[in-house]
Structure formats: structure tokens, C-alpha cells
């Protein structure tokens, strides 16, 4: 017997059973997942259609102003991994630094140049001054 060669038996494997998800399945995955963002599309389609009167301006604006920004953090910040938000608790510097960047240099900087461009009428219209 020869024990370099390996035996010539043909031994049948079965390979795996791989069932490919069909179209309707992958559809269907795709709107569990972005359940979200089909929502929020859907209501702005609606409410380019539906117009509120003018009387109730103000409770429109405040609604959407307070109430759905507030769901919209909220239901973000309930998705967030309970061990990651302690974990970067201790990142608060870090934070700190990207509020400053994010809020205070650029309105440092729009500042600085509406000051310095306001002091010419003909150098910038003043409108756009005003919007900056």
C-alpha cells in the first residue's frame, strides 16, 4: 500500500444550501431598514400638497419648529449603543473643541467680514450683508 498517494474514492459533499434573496425580499429589507426616510419623504409630499390656513401659521410653525425636531433627536438618540454614548462621555474635550469650531468661528468669521465690508456701501450689497 502506498501511503503517498491520497485514496481515489470519489466522495460527494453537498454543498451548502444557498438560497438567493429574491427582488421582493431585498424590497422588502430595504423599507424595514429605511423605514425612516420613506416616512419623511411621504410627509413632505404631503405637506407640499396640503396647504395650512393662514390662521394657524403660528401653530404650524411652532409644531414643526419644537415638536418634530424634538422626535427626530429623540428617536435618533434612541437608536445610539448605550455602551458607545458612555464611551465617549469621556471624549468631552474633544466635543467641546467641534461645538466651538462648529458654532463660534463661524460666526466669528461672517463677523469679521460683514464689519469689514460694511464700511464700504459700494463694496457688497447691503441686503446680502444682512443675510450673512
Known amino acids: 500500500m502506498d501511503l503517498g498517494k491520497a485514496p481515489t474514492a470519489d466522495i460527494h459533499v453537498p454543498e451548502p444550501n444557498r438560497c438567493q434573496p429574491t427582488w421582493h425580499a431585498s424590497a422588502i429589507s430595504l423599507l ?73 468661528m463661524p460666526s466669528a468669521v461672517v463677523f469679521g467680514v460683514v464689519s469689514a465690508t460694511a464700511t464700504d456701501r459700494n463694496f457688497m450689497d447691503p441686503g446680502l450683508l444682512v443675510g450673512l
Open 32 to 104: 424595514g431598514d429605511q423605514w425612516f426616510l420613506i416616512a419623511l419623504g411621504i410627509l413632505i409630499a404631503i405637506a407640499s400638497q396640503v396647504q395650512v390656513p393662514d390662521s394657524q401659521q403660528h401653530v404650524k410653525e411652532i409644531t414643526i419648529t419644537y415638536l418634530c425636531v424634538s422626535i427626530i433627536f429623540f428617536i435618533t438618540g434612541c437608536t445610539l449603543d448605550t455602551k458607545t454614548l458612555l464611551q465617549n462621555y469621556a471624549r468631552w474635550k474633544l466635543h467641546l473643541f467641534v461645538q466651538v469650531q462648529c458654532f463660534l
